[in-house]
Structures are given as C-alpha cells and as structure tokens.
C-alpha cells in the first residue's frame, strides 16, 4: 500500500512545481516584454517593424518556419499601427530580442545556461530558457522537492529581478507562499509545455540561422581588411611616387641654379 502510494507526488511536491511554472509562465512573460519593451518602445514598434531590412529579415523567418503565421499577424496586423508586445507570446519575444534589439549572444550561445559571471541582459534572457527546461524536465511526475524547489526559486528570482528591476523582488516572493487557485490547478503547467514545445520546434533554424549571420560578418570583416590592406597598397605607392616626383623636381631646380651659377662665373672670368 505504501509503494504505491509514494509513486505519486504530494501535494506540496505538486503545488512546487505548480509555482515554479506560474513563475516562468507569469512573471518570466512580463520581464521579457518590459525587457523589449525598453529597447523598442511601443509607441514607434510599427516603425520599426516597417523598416525594409527588418521586414525582410523577418520574413525570412517566416520562410524557415520560425514564425508561425499567428505570430506574423501579430508582427504586422492589418492595422499596422495597432501591433503591440501584449499580444506576443514568450517564444515570440525572445526571437524579437535576439533579432532587433542589438544584443550579442552570451558566450556560451543561447541553449545553455551562461557562466556565472555573465550577468548581461542577453545572458539573463538566456538563463530564463535554461531554468524553464530546467523545471520542465519534471514535468513527467509533475513534482518538484523541496530543496530542488528552494534552489530553483532563488535562481530564477535573482534573474528576474535583474533583468525586470527590483520592483519585481516583492511581487515574486508574494508568489512563493500565495495559495494557489484550484480552478488553475495544471493551467501554468500546459503553458510550460506549450512554451517548451513552441522553442524546441524553432531553437535549432534559430541556431543555424545565427551561426550563418556570424559566418556573414566574418565574411564581411576579411573583406573589409582585404580591401583597407589593399587600398593601404595602393596609398603607399602613391606617395612614394609622389615622393620621388617631388625629388626629381627639386634636383631638376638645383641643377638649373648650378648651370645658371656656372653661367655667370664664366661671364665674370671672361
């Protein structure tokens, strides 16, 4: 009786879990678009998004399957000036921050947890993704202990707090001992997956489609250090030449003043 009593987790093992989903889900959300946000106001979003190039890069994505068409709409309703960062999802959000908000990737790529010492917004973003598998990875028995729980909670907190403010510290620990509502018992848990599931089904085109705009950069640095190398060459030749000129000249005009000098010797002596 015991046995089969422990295979399943206990209340308390459940509402952990149950948090920790709220929290990601929640108030992770919330973080990434004030995060983007303040990078893209709303009130000049549309703008933004009208822009030739950046349109084109997004419908690039659209092509590879990272953008679904509900997230294209969104991008670019009919009503261009009515699009808005309440309307996007997570997986949404943070293709927009890797793509339009000038952030370098943390060094360790944006599939794995950064180094500690990297506490940048891009690296915060990225630990975000990481502490969500993370959880995830107890979603079969749906139960997370306490101490993994007590672990988990302060990592993501100190996360968010950094990337959202310290407006956030207060609201997150109301999280940690509010009770939960039965009515949304299981509800934080099917947006995890459905988060996890959205993720997994574009990190890999993301991936490739980073390490070719890397490959593009470095493409375009050593041509831009072929062509200065080369225009250094041609520089250098150009001056010696003028250099040489400029000497001919001046010995063409002492030439000119010892003949005229010589001329003038002869004349006296004669």
């Known amino acids: 009786m015991s046995s089969a009593t422990s295979s399943f987790p206990s209340t308390k093992q459940a509402n952990n879990y149950e948090r920790l989903c709220r929290l990601l889900v929640d108030v992770g959300w919330q973080v990434l678009r004030e995060t983007f946000d303040r990078v893209r106001p709303p009130g000049s979003l549309h703008s933004v998004l009208a822009d030739p190039q950046i349109h084109a890069r997004f419908k690039s994505l659209q092509k590879k399957r990272v953008l679904n068409t509900q997230q294209w709409r969104k991008l670019y309703p009919v009503i261009k000036s009515s699009v808005s960062s309440r309307d996007f999802d997570s997986t949404l959000l943070v293709i927009l921050l890797r793509n339009i908000c000038g952030l370098v990737p943390p060094a360790t790529g944006w599939s794995n947890c950064p180094l500690v010492r990297d506490t940048t917004p891009a690296a ?61 018992e299981g509800h934080y848990q099917e947006l995890l997956k459905q988060w996890v599931e959205n993720d997994n089904s574009i990190e890999d085109k993301l991936e490739e489609d980073d390490s070719s705009k890397k490959q593009r950069n470095q493409d375009d640095l050593l041509k831009y250090s072929e062509d200065y190398k080369r225009s250094t060459q041609i520089d250098g030749w150009l001056i010696l030449f003028l250099c040489k000129r400029l000497l001919f000249q001046k010995i063409s005009v002492l030439l000119g003043y010892l003949l005229y000098v010589t001329c003038v010797m002869v004349n006296i002596a004669v």
């Not at 973003?125 to 990875?137: D, G, H, L």
């Not at 990592?155 to 009770?179: M, P, Q, S, W």
Request: contains cysteine; charged residues 30%; negative net charge.
């Open 124 to 184: 915060d973003i990225a630990r975000i993704q990481f502490y969500r598998n993370t959880v995830y990875s107890h979603a079969s028995n749906a139960s997370v202990d306490d101490a993994a729980f007590s672990s988990y909670w302060k990592e993501i907190k100190d996360t968010l707090v950094r990337l959202g403010g310290a407006c956030y510290r207060d609201a997150i620990d109301d999280f940690e001992n509010e009770i939960m509502d039965p009515e949304f």
